[in-house]
């Protein structure tokens, strides 16, 4: 059975002498294993559609258990995110996360759309990598289940906490008062709090519509970072080498 679609390469692995396997997230199929055969020949029709974070017009054949890539035609390289090692890392980030949380062969137009809207942001609209990162962070959350409750404080209902606080384990913010004693959890301030309520609750085409500096920034980027891998359970290796980069 032939399957016309558009996909983005989440993650490529070498197999045998000019192959490759794919994890693709597809526009109709959601996240797809997909073999392309050749590929690493030299001019094969499919080299360029077969890399890391391109997306693609793809004709695939699924055949019993697997599915072959059969024509592709890439439509963006994102060369803006490919020429700077930052983008390109804090992107494979971005593909590595997605890949965890989608499902094999469901749908989900709203993570494919929300990490295209992320890498273009840091291609063409140039918008503060730590700005999307933490953006990225926070929306995949609320696509992916894990939607925080930033409305008021969990316990005493306040609206606009004094030193709030986001608990990294129950989703949910509370006053220093409130959370005093309870588990992990990260501080913000008025601004931060004001930019993950943007996030969570304003329109998803307007994510990047907002601009940070300083220590709102810095508080919102821990938050929404510690937010993730914790309700995630687990660590990113892309991530471990976009820190080493930024450190850098």
């Not at 090692?85 to 137009?109: H, I, M, N, T, W």
């Not at 999307?132 to 289940?145: I, M, P, Q």
């Not at 008062?177 to 304003?202: I, K, N, Q, T």
Request: hydrophobic share 45%; net charge negative.
């Amino acid at each position: 059975m032939h399957i016309v679609t558009q996909g983005l390469v989440l993650r490529e692995t070498n197999y045998k002498e000019a192959d490759k396997i794919l994890t693709v997230l597809t526009r109709e199929g959601g996240k797809r294993t997909v073999k392309a055969r050749g590929c690493r020949r030299r001019n094969s029709p499919l080299a360029a559609s077969a890399q890391l974070l391109v997306w693609s017009d793809m004709t695939l054949f699924e055949y019993r258990d697997y599915i072959f890539l059969n024509e592709a035609e890439a439509l963006e390289l994102f060369w803006g995110v490919r020429r700077d090692v930052e983008k390109l890392a804090l992107c494979s980030y971005f593909a590595e996360v997605a890949e965890a949380v989608a499902e094999e062969g469901r749908p989900d137009q709203a993570l494919l759309s929300l990490l295209l809207n992320s890498i273009y942001a840091l291609d063409r609209l140039n918008k503060p990598p730590v700005l999307v990162k933490a953006a990225f962070e926070l929306r995949l959350l609320c696509v992916a289940g894990y939607e925080p409750l930033l409305d008021a404080c969990a316990l005493c209902g306040e609206e606009a906490p004094a030193q709030p606080r986001l608990d990294l384990g129950e989703g949910v913010l509370c006053c220093a008062a409130c959370g005093e004693g309870e588990g992990a959890s990260r501080p913000l301030d008025a601004v931060s709090l004001a930019a993950m309520r943007h996030v969570v609750y304003g329109d998803p085409k307007r994510l990047f519509s907002f601009s940070m500096n300083g220590e709102s920034m810095a508080l919102m980027a821990r938050a929404c970072e510690d937010f993730l891998l914790t309700q995630l359970d687990r660590g990113f290796r892309t991530l471990d080498f976009y820190k080493q980069l930024d450190m850098g």
